[in-house]
């Protein structure tokens, strides 16, 4: 027959996954923040409420238990006798339950711990009949994790390979903690039921935790009631979970946590800081919305690193000295996302200025921009001419850059005709340019009369040549070339001018490039088309020459024909005084005749003057002395140009 004896068994809901003391189990929303540079965020986190151990708060936390069995556990194998207290077990560290310090404990056999030592080895008991916590049915000082009747031992229920219950102690002062496990223990009358669960005690804080993975209800026994909870040594003084306190509740499988937070009136937390490279960089605000929980919050935190490892340090004072602090630490992971620059180019145009708008994304704050070093507070450049830019924008230490290219629509025409001609040397003309430009430029210029005129004259040296005309626009700058290839020009010489008698004919002598030849007027010439024509004109007349070459080049020169009816007309007198008045015999102008020969007889028939090639230069003298004043008589003998001979005789008169 089963013996009845009081119990006090503390089921505590919470989730532990961290290997530190529950302090530092920081609930905080988010360890890695992701920051555009110069943004500034809210730290924030939650933190246990820790006050002094008179009174608990119960709370439900994520299920991460510790391991359940371990190499390092103790086995407390006295407690596989059903319904037994083992022996006293020393903490390893003073632990703090409801005002109390303990040095040791007691682990049932029934997953419950008793800090009254004078339990030691016996029974525990297993009766829960409804009587709720706190109640002096249940052990003193006790915590139940949950305290149900199990059977860990095997005379109604083979101990199966896996069937433990141990504890250890993990850590280091003064964040030590004390874990005992029950797993996988069957029940007392549902033996196929088996149940782990587990209660860890926390140095300096007084936290409890408990984690329940397997915890069948078994209707059959105890009318399957539990006791998920604590009391402390008076057994006047209790906190139960909801809906847990000595009633039917479990089931395989639960994977819950439960966490039991001192909350006695005086609150044992000291403060909360924000560390940055071992330094501190703020100090929270805090506030408790939510029992046992303490909510801090760190504002407006900056940075402009690539990374920042925030520390957050909380400290309370101990539950077992608190004039003495013990402080727990977490990290968040602040990353900069370096501001992207976006730059949107406006085209420029030839008589307006273009523009660049730098978007930014990634940034926060206000951002100086600058233009190739010029700083500016917009973002938007205007006015820009076409060409390449550098773009920086900067918010303290961060900043984005970007290099772009305003590109230029050019709107400028230019279109010179015609844009290939064929011309002869020495020729000129003038192109035919269509354009919206401002200002023109012709080269080469040494053949153009105004290079900066729109159409120009353009005279044309021996030589091909590319004229190029050059325009612009404001900015824009075109260009156009017309390909002048140039022939080789006509020369052309009429000959010199000559004098015939009437009825007389010569011919002309001109000389010309090779091509066809026309002369004006044809009137008086045997052939208007050919190079050397017969000339015999009524009267004087100018012919003019136009030689055309096969390339086409023109040329033109004049010849006059004059007919002179007194070609040779000797003077009948001459005073060849010296004073430069008819001081010369004068024959002839000359231009009819190709050569005279004259003769000059006194009157007796003597030859005082005799010239083959008279040139109108006899001044009356013979020998070098002049001859007396008289008459003297003259025979002429010449040939026309024409090629016939005259023969003329007559007299002079010398007179001084």
Known sequence: MRRKILLLFLLFPFFHSWSQNPASVFQIPNRNLNLACGACVNITARVPHLKQTTDYVITTIPYQPFAYTSTTGVEVTETYDDDTWSNKIRIGFPFCFYGITYPTLLMGSNSNISFDSSLAGDGSGYV??????????????????????????????????????????????????????????????????????????????????????????????????????????TRTKGVAAPGKNATAWGTTGMNEAYRFTPSGAAPRFRNAVL????????????????????????????TTRDSAAYVLRVTYGLCNDPSQDVSFFDTVYVKTTRPVIDLVTQNATCTSGGSITANLTNAAGTYQYSLNGTAQAGNVFNNLPAGSYSVTAQNGGCFAFGQVTVPLTNTLVVNALPSDTSICAG?????????????????????????????????????????????????????????ATVFPGATVNAGPDIAILPGDQVQLLAQAAAGTYLWTPATGLNNATALNPVASPAQTTTYTLQVTTASGCVSTDQVVVSVQPGCVQPMEAFTPNGDGVNDLWLVTNGSCIRSARAEVFNRYGNKVFESQNYNNDWNGTYKGKPLPDGTYYFVITYQLVSGRPVYLKGNVTILR
């Open 128 to 233: 829960i009949e409804g009587e709720t916590i706190p109640s002096a049915d249940y052990a003193r000082a006790s915590i139940f994790g949950p305290y149900h009747d199990i059977d860990p031992s095997s005379s109604n229920n083979p101990a199966p390979s896996n069937r433990r219950i141990e504890y250890r102690v993990e850590g280091t002062a003064p964040k030590r903690r004390f874990i005992a496990s029950y797993n996988d223990v069957g029940y007392y009358d549902c033996f196929s039921s088996k149940a782990t669960h587990q209660m860890v005690l926390y140095e300096a804080t007084g936290v409890i935790e408990v984690y329940i993975k397997d915890k069948p209800t078994c209707p059959d026994w105890n009318d399957g009631h539990a006791i998920l909870g604590v009391q402390d040594q």
């Open 275 to 302: 560390l940055l490279d071992g330094n501190i960089i703020a100090t929270a605000d805090s506030a408790s919305a939510t029992a046992g929980l303490l909510d801090l919050n760190f504002p407006s935190v900056c």
């Open 427 to 483: 020729a000129s003309f003038t192109p035919r340019v269509t354009s919206n430009a401002t200002a023109y430029s012709w080269t080469p210029t040494g053949n153009i009369a105004s290079p900066s005129q729109m159409q120009p004259v353009i005279t044309t040296s021996s030589e091909s040549t590319n004229y190029i005309v050059t325009v612009s626009q404001g900015q824009c700058v075109s260009r156009d070339t017309i390909r």
